[in-house]
């Protein structure tokens, strides 16, 4: 059934080396710690001090201190020198007063017993072995998005979680925040009625991140072997400073699948995740097809910048499109970036603007309400919350949902990187409905307002994949199934599940 794109309209027309033979060996079972008493202080570090690590996980974790007077930021780790007092050790005195421990390594904070949360801001390659390591060492884990670089990993912190009887968060804001929480409630509760799509839009501007003739030389104050540690140490490509106007270490390595996801495992896995949650479906579903490219500019990134991924689930189904060239909108003019979710019901749609702001619309596309409220610090206060008690069970984001949006993003990029550039002809023909093939006439349209055609840059379709739980089967399993995971670089090796 074709299902008319007057929500989607609606949503855009709306605002808003040092270690290399270090032992990395499983730590030792340390149980369930009991919970913490209202005035014991929780003490927490932080690994990663670039944007996420600095600007949102010690902000908040110091707000919540000064609030509450019992979380303390005790450590912070980084490989990169500068970044270590600059934005950990500097930022948490100049607020406290305090010093906090500084590490290039992780792993020497997991052996401090004092230490009870740590909390996970490093690239995509390390969220899940950091993570692994400090649930074996006894220690609560919030953990970035995606949790995982690979479906396997994810599902190992989860094990690992389940083992060791910690609570692990994942940073999907939306799962707190009220703007989208309520929304979501409203969709599962039946208010627009029988719902069986969501559309997930990640409408994000990422321009070339550039290419140069020789390869990247990291500067003496990072440690090159402790930023790498388990993806392949292969030559870098991209320019010194990367598109945000620092060293690209630190942020370009999202378009890179050795050590990132592209958007859709980037900003997109916020809005996978609230398609699958409101949705109310668990698993990886049936099948999952990909098609797109990197297309626009040549560059260092390996990532598509345009991709449309369609997860089916029996009778629903999610259909994710990831645009990294300039937005328009229906009239043809820049609109600047969206992002959000559309959930076509019987009696109407649900749309969520922004991690705090979403709209129930009738059959008529009319305004029934909006609603809206929500921060990210409400997100570290549930975790705190819920460490201070003890209780996995007050996780608003438990590691379990969060693996599971993670693998979608993951099984995305499989289903493309098994893909082949085609023509448009091809890629119609592996369109079901019309709602498909609406999507991929859209897409054809945005890679046009940006001067692209898909003639001179064909796309790349990949093949449709079946899935059974969390391993593929049918035609091309075996290369689908290897993808699950990675080869580890010696000795950041992850632990099986034997070994936890």
Same mark, same amino acid.
């Given at each position: 059934m074709s299902l008319p794109n007057s929500? !989607?309209?609606s949503f855009l027309?709306?605002?808003?080396?040092? $270690?290399? $033979?270090?032992?990395?060996?499983?730590?030792?079972?340390?149980?369930?710690?009991?919970?913490?008493?209202p005035n014991e202080t929780i003490r927490v570090a932080v690994l990663g001090l670039r944007n996420r690590g600095s600007q949102s996980h010690i902000a908040s974790y110091l707000r919540a201190g000064? !609030?509450?007077? *019992?979380?303390?930021v =005790?450590?912070?780790?980084?490989?990169? $020198?500068?970044? %270590?007092?600059?934005?950990?050790? +500097? +930022?948490?005195?100049? +607020?406290?007063?305090?010093?906090? $421990?500084?590490?290039?390594?992780?792993?020497?904070v997991l052996d401090d017993d004092s230490i009870d949360v740590i909390s996970v801001a490093t690239p995509n390659h390390w969220h899940a072995l950091q993570s692994i390591h400090a649930i074996q060492a006894g220690k609560d884990v919030y953990v970035e998005k995606p949790v995982s670089h690979n479906?396997?990993?994810? !599902?190992? #912190?989860?094990?690992?979680?389940?083992?060791?009887?910690? %609570?692990?968060q994942y940073g999907a804001q939306c799962r707190t925040m009220k703007g989208t929480r309520e929304m979501v409630e409203a969709v599962l509760n039946g208010e627009i009625g029988e719902v069986k799509l969501a559309r997930g839009l990640c409408y994000k501007r990422r321009p070339s991140i550039g290419k140069q003739s020789a390869p990247l030389q990291f500067p003496k104050q990072l440690d090159r072997n402790l930023w790498v540690g388990p993806a392949a140490d /292969?030559? #870098?490509?991209r320019p010194e400073k990367s598109t945000a106007g620092i060293y690209n270490p630190h942020y370009d390595w999202h378009w890179d699948f050795n050590t990132g996801n592209g958007d859709l495992g980037n900003q997109g896995i916020h809005q996978m995740d609230v398609c699958r949650w409101g949705l109310g479906v668990d698993g990886l579903g049936d099948s999952v097809i990909s098609y797109g490219g990197r297309?626009?500019?040549?560059?260092?990134? *390996?990532?598509? *910048?345009?991709?449309?991924s369609v997860h089916d689930y029996g009778d629903k189904r999610i259909i994710f499109e990831t645009r990294g060239l300039e937005i328009h909108g229906p009239d043809g003019r820049k609109t600047g970036n969206r992002i959000g979710v559309v959930f076509y019901g019987t009696e109407g749609t649900a749309i969520q603007h922004g991690y705090g702001s979403s709209s129930i619309m009738d059959p008529d596309g009319k305004l029934v309400r909006n609603i809206k409220g929500g921060s990210d610090q409400d997100h570290y206060d549930n975790f705190l919350d819920a460490v201070r008690a003890g209780d996995a069970s007050q996780l608003t984001a438990d590691i379990e949902d969060g693996h599971l949006s993670s693998a979608l993003c993951h099984l995305g990029n499989i289903s493309y990187l098994l893909g082949e550039q085609t023509t448009l002809e091809e890629i119609a023909a592996a369109q079901r409905d019309a709602t498909e093939r609406e999507t991929l006439a859209d897409t054809v349209e945005h890679l046009k307002q940006n001067g692209v055609t898909v003639a001179s840059s064909p796309m790349r379709l990949g093949p449709q994949l079946s899935l059974?739980? /969390?391993?593929?089967?049918?035609? !091309? =399993?075996?290369?689908? *199934?290897?993808?699950?995971?990675r080869e580890y670089r010696a000795p950041f090796l992850l632990p099986s599940e034997s070994e936890l």
């Open positions: 929500s !989607r309209r027309q709306t605002a808003s080396v040092a $270690a290399a $033979a270090a032992s990395v060996a499983p730590y030792a079972a340390f149980g369930a710690r009991a919970p913490k008493g000064e !609030r509450d007077g *019992n979380v303390e =005790a450590a912070v780790v980084d490989p990169d $020198a500068a970044l %270590l007092q600059t934005h950990g050790v +500097k +930022k948490v005195q100049d +607020k406290t007063g305090k010093k906090p $421990a500084a590490y290039a390594d992780y792993r020497k479906v396997v990993e994810g !599902r190992r #912190i989860v094990q690992a979680a389940r083992k060791y009887g910690k %609570l692990c /292969e030559p #870098i490509y297309l626009g500019y040549e560059d260092a990134g *390996n990532t598509p *910048n345009t991709q449309v059974a739980g /969390e391993t593929f089967t049918g035609p !091309r =399993a075996d290369e689908a *199934n290897s993808l699950l995971t």
